[in-house]
């Protein structure tokens, strides 16, 4: 069995493959200084929880926190007997290489959606990713990324207001009843809700007139669903994504192993 391990700026992800479906998915705050034995406790405290005795044989990480990288090699070594597949190491082979500046490291969790979402739906696609950042990924013809836009998150924007302006409180988002708001929070939530539908609706435009063609939008995230409530800004919703790309990039390279 393989162990997908999606490590974010605010949460990582653990999902466990069984060659056809994940039998579960748990989520844990993302911490640098977590060791591999309090990554096992959890984990194995949850598997008992969802009565799950899973033999993890094989194991695959995408890390936007370089840090957390090295305790979770050390986690995937010391209770799986294995060696972690890690994406954006020279040791890990991508179905098709990204096409961008020299010199330019494109994120993991990119790469990874671009992989999923080609996989799923073929090429000539814009990824939109609702999380930490706002990402707009793009993938070519032959699924390889060739680019994208980043953006501050929808959370970190509204966190930002909050600690910006000393009269402004913390809200969560939400659709708003109306573009208008009659008071503070409902203002907030307005000008993120909508002022998050334009972004998306003009860098998607933007990027479809650049690249001259048609092309299929794909949401992942947290927040896809609430923005896909009011129009039609997405072709479709994946919810595991990510978890879906690990997967298509460690059989890539279980089929092309030396």
């Known amino acids: 069995m393989l162990l997908a391990i999606d490590c974010g700026n605010t949460n990582t992800v653990f999902s466990i493959w069984d060659g056809e479906k994940f039998l579960c998915t748990m989520r844990t705050s993302t911490h640098h200084a ?40 050390v986690f995937s070594d010391q209770f799986f007997g294995c060696r972690p597949l890690v994406v ?21 969790d990119r790469l990874v ?13 814009i990824v939109v990713d609702f999380g ?17 836009v980043i953006a501050p998150g ?26 208008v708001g009659t008071n503070t929070v409902a203002c907030m939530q307005s000008g993120v809700f909508w002022g998050y539908v334009g ?23 947290g927040l896809a669903p609430l923005f896909a409530q009011t129009e039609d800004l997405f072709d479709v919703i994946e919810d595991d994504l990510t978890m879906h790309g690990l997967t298509v990039i460690h059989k890539y390279n279980k089929e092309n192993a030396d």
């Open 113 to 125: 959606n671009t992989a999923g979402a080609f996989d799923r739906h073929g090429g000539n696609l």
């Open 199 to 221: 972004l998306v609706k003009e860098i998607c435009a933007r990027i479809k007139a650049e690249r001259d063609q048609k092309m299929k939008i794909i949401a992942t995230g």
């Open 132 to 148: 930490t950042a706002t990402t707009f990924d793009v993938a070519g013809r032959d699924g390889a990324y060739v680019g994208g």
């Open 154 to 179: 929808v959370n970190l924007s509204l966190e930002a207001l909050h600690m910006a302006a000393a009269a402004l409180p913390h809200v969560d988002i939400t659709k708003p009843q109306r573009v």
């Open 88 to 108: 954006g190491k020279p040791d890990c082979l991508l179905p098709a290489l990204p096409r961008v500046d020299q010199g330019t490291i494109v994120g993991p």
């Open 34 to 73: 977590r060791t591999a034995d309090a990554y096992f406790t959890w984990f194995s405290t949850l598997l008992e929880h969802y009565g799950i005795d899973p033999k993890i044989t094989e194991v695959i990480i995408s890390s936007t926190v370089p840090r957390v990288v090295f305790n979770l090699r």
